[in-house]
């Protein structure tokens, strides 16, 4: 079993659905991240976070430290939000080194 | 522009060959990282080089050889690789490995095929 583990593995919604993208993890950690990696293979830092909740212009990241869960929501979602979201947890003893999830495949269709 | 470049993007190689893959990061961080993506898998660490020193290498088969002649500039030299090898190499910078707010930048990777 992963230590982080991800759900749904993919999802495709409807051009403007609100999207959950969820992440539970086994470990202690200082900082949980989350990703966004599109086809062509680059990953980018969406959010990183250690408590309560972060939001950036559409995507909200929210964690439960003491449930040891996360989740990543899409608000009004747009073809272009399509790609790979990976959740990632920085252990306690561990530093900036990262262990990752299997990543979930999102595809917003117009 | 990520600041953090690798390069070739793609690169087809026979189980003979020798290749380089290159990273080379413009954010004056101390920190480099070569990271294996495999599909379907999560992202698996392989080596870590801070201040240049390697620091960790994560029981990565030997025909993966590293290279870091500065903070800069992260090699990742290959040799006699196997089909299974066949995956997206991606090259990652933080400022220092001690901090756990200390965020990673990555590149776009290395498409790697072996034939």
């Known amino acids: 079993k992963n230590e982080v583990e991800q759900s749904p593995q993919n999802l495709t919604a409807q051009e403007g659905e609100f999207i959950t993208i969820n992440c539970s993890y086994s470990v202690g950690i200082s900082a949980l991240h989350w990703l966004q990696q599109h086809p062509g293979g680059g990953i980018v830092s969406l959010f990183m976070?250690?408590?309560g909740k972060k939001k950036h212009g559409r995507l909200i990241a929210t964690i439960n430290i003491q449930e040891k869960h996360s989740s990543l929501h899409i608000t009004a979602s747009h073809p272009r939000d399509s790609a790979v979201y990976i959740c990632a947890v920085a252990r306690e003893t561990s530093g900036s080194r990262l262990t990752f999830g299997e990543g979930t495949q999102l595809t917003v269709n117009p | 522009e990520t600041g953090v470049t690798q390069t070739p993007r793609h690169l087809v190689m026979g189980m003979t060959n020798k290749k380089s893959l290159k990273c080379e990061q413009h954010?004056?961080?101390?920190?480099m990282y070569w990271y294996k993506q495999s599909a379907k898998k999560p992202l698996e660490l392989m080596f870590v080089?801070?201040?240049?020193?390697?620091?960790e290498n994560n029981s990565v088969p030997s025909r993966f050889s590293p290279e870091c002649p500065n903070s800069s500039h992260l090699f990742l030299h290959l040799h006699t690789l196997q089909p299974e090898d066949s995956a997206l190499y991606l090259c990652?910078?933080?400022?220092?490995?001690?901090?756990?707010?200390?965020?990673?930048?990555f590149g776009n990777g290395t498409r790697l095929t072996v034939t």
């Open positions: 954010l004056g961080h101390n920190a």
């Open positions: 990652a910078s933080s400022q220092d490995i001690g901090r756990y707010n200390s965020p990673l930048h």
């Open positions: 976070l250690s408590s």
């Open positions: 080089y801070n201040f240049k020193e390697q620091t």
